[in-house]
């Protein structure tokens, strides 16, 4: 469809009657490859490098499908990434940009 929402998380997601997936606040919706904006850290990563240098790079699917991963993250677990345990925002930051996400294996039920 070439669109990103660019704020998918679980308070844009409503489910009707029939427990369909309804999404909400298209406010930030904009063609792949426009720049993220209206983001900041730790949810998105200022880049350092590179022609894009100083922004927060482009939308695109993966940043979708990093939001849609931390809806699911969210549905299994009942909490946000990270949000069981105290970090602060350097921490978090740190690790999102490091790719250090939290163990999946470690419910009792999985």
Known sequence: MGFCHNDL????????G????KLTDFGRATTIGQF???TSAPWAIRLTTGPLKGT????SARTEQFAV???LYFM????????DINLDGRELEHRFAEM???E?????IF
């Open 9 to 16: 998380n679980t308070t844009n997601c409503l489910l009707d």
């Open 76 to 83: 299994v677990y009942g909490h946000k990434l990270y949000e």
């Open 56 to 59: 927060y790079g482009l939308c």
């Open 100 to 102: 250090k996400f939290p």
């Open 69 to 71: 991963g931390s809806i």
């Open 18 to 21: 029939n427990f369909n997936l």
């Open 104 to 108: 999946l294996n470690r419910h009792k």
């Open 36 to 38: 993220l904006e209206y």
